[in-house]
């Protein structure tokens, strides 16, 4: 066991006025199955970056260990799958990889092919299995979740489970469940390391946000208490004072050292009562410093004239020769919510293109309703640049609409002002689902719509969809998410 010490880290990027982190302390043991967690655009890779000595920063980062990224950059990715793993592991034992690759269920025929041959998720499996074999480095996993379905999801975190020793940035909470013993959060003020997995986590932090916003209250009414005291008290001293010059028709002598002094005591509870009130105040401040503002969000879906919006009767998809996907039949009727499910590869994104409306090559029946709208969430977001309210303005949006949903998932108002394309990858899926929540549509089409989304902006989103019951069609991977949303399942 070793121990990897932050202490005092400060750090912001060049040309920025707001530091990412401030004075932050902590340590991690090296044995920690570690879970991190915390907002999009809050820093997760960013501090990944400085472990790995990328950036320069102030403070003090000490490790007896290296430290190893995932994922690994493949500059050639034609080359063979096992040159690749000699690329991130050179000193390799060869029944030490086939171990690791049993363990994710990858056959060991794929380090003869390829690595672009092969899919996404058997290449995400490959790596891990490389950076597992270097023994005595602290990895860090960067979102590993993206590319991979829901068995591979469970595949993945059951093999991480059996591991120590690293970090895992991930967003999909039953997949941190399975695999973590601590959780490294990144608040709005600072970062913490709690025992246990991400349920435990959330549940603590339920009660600490409850507690600081139940403590605020009471503050906020004993703010106001003091407040409207100490304006009485100051004017009962104020008209005391007046009388030490006596009335002027009562033709009585007044004694001005009594009253003097009787105002200045008045004076004086007045002062206290005002620094009583201050110090509440700054008390104040020191709470919610860490309560995410995660306030519902609010959409009007169009409603559609007839009950049924869509049926497939046997449809089979094809790409050239190849065939992704046989004899597919569902209805989408209006007030379904249906998760389209099954392996990467089996059409899930054919069947949404199709329905969507794309060209696409079919044998069987589709029928869609007339005058039929959809609003459509894809899994790419290259396309995307240019500012917020040219973005509106081009999709004919409500830009303060579009804005404020932004601004329920933790956009800051100086994000505004900046380029979509320097936005972090979860940003830039928020702009998307921004988007189609604001859109006039019968229908949303989502397209694993959650990647790179953090936890808490999924539970507003969750929320949402609960609470006003769109019509959707959705491709999501994260099991939590399905299980709480989908109404239907279809299976591919």
Request: proline share 1%.
């Amino acid at each position: 066991m070793s121990l990897i010490h932050v202490s005092n880290l400060t750090f912001a990027y060049d040309g920025s006025y707001d530091n990412i982190f401030e004075n932050v302390s902590f340590q991690i043991d090296t044995n920690w199955k570690l879970g991190f967690t915390g907002r999009n655009g809050r820093g997760k890779t960013t501090f990944l970056n400085l472990l790995l000595g990328k950036y320069e920063y102030s403070g003090f980062i000490s490790a007896d260990v290296c430290f190893e990224y995932f994922p690994f950059q493949v500059q050639d990715k034609e080359k063979q799958t096992l040159d690749i793993v000699e690329d991130i592991a050179p000193d390799y034992l060869l029944w030490e990889l086939m171990r690791e690759l049993s363990l994710l269920k990858v056959s060991d025929e794929v380090l003869y092919r390829p690595f672009n041959s092969l899919s996404n998720g058997e290449q995400t499996k490959v790596m891990l299995a490389a950076l597992f074999l270097k023994e005595n480095n602290f990895l860090l996993i960067d979102e590993p979740t993206n590319h991979l379905d829901m068995e591979a999801r469970t595949i993945v975190s059951n093999y991480l489970n059996g591991k120590s020793g690293f970090i895992l940035v991930s967003h999909d909470r039953a997949f941190l469940d399975n695999c973590v013993d601590h959780i490294l959060s990144i608040n709005k003020t600072n970062i913490e390391i709690q025992k246990g997995n991400f349920s435990a986590w959330w549940e603590n932090k339920q009660r600490q946000d409850h507690f600081e916003v139940e403590e605020n209250e009471k503050l906020r009414k004993d703010i106001k208490r003091l407040s409207e005291a100490a304006k009485r008290t100051s004017e009962w001293s104020h008209e005391v004072e007046k009388t030490k010059n006596g009335t002027r028709n009562s033709g009585s002598k007044v004694d001005k050292g009594y009253i003097g002094h009787k105002a200045e005591k008045m004076m004086k509870r007045s002062k206290s009562m005002e620094q009583r009130q201050q110090s509440a105040i700054e008390e104040k401040s020191r709470l919610l410093k860490n309560v995410e503002s995660s306030d519902s969000l609010k959409i009007s879906q169009l409603d559609y004239h007839k009950t049924q919006l869509c049926e497939l009767e046997k449809i089979s998809i094809y790409y050239g020769e190849k065939q992704v996907c046989r004899e597919v039949s569902f209805i989408i009727e209006k007030g379904d919510r249906i998760a389209l499910a099954g392996q990467n590869g089996s059409g899930k994104s054919s069947i949404i293109k199709l329905i969507n409306g794309e060209d696409i090559s079919y044998t069987g029946t589709f029928r869609k309703g007339s005058q039929l709208k959809i609003s459509y969430v894809s899994q790419d977001t290259s396309h995307l640049q240019g500012d917020l309210s040219d973005y509106a303005q081009t999709h004919g949006i409500d830009e303060s609409l579009f804005k404020a949903i932004l601004r329920k998932l933790d956009f800051s108002r100086e994000q505004f002002g900046k380029n979509i394309a320097d936005f972090s990858g979860g940003q830039k899926k928020k702009v998307l689902v921004a988007k189609s929540l604001c859109e006039r549509a019968h229908l949303l089409i989502w397209d694993e719509p959650l990647n790179f989304i953090d936890v808490i902006s999924r539970m507003q989103i969750e929320e949402l969809l609960l609470d006003y019951e769109p019509t959707i069609l959705f491709v999501e991977h994260d099991q939590e998410f399905c299980r709480k949303i989908a109404t239907k399942l279809v299976k591919l």
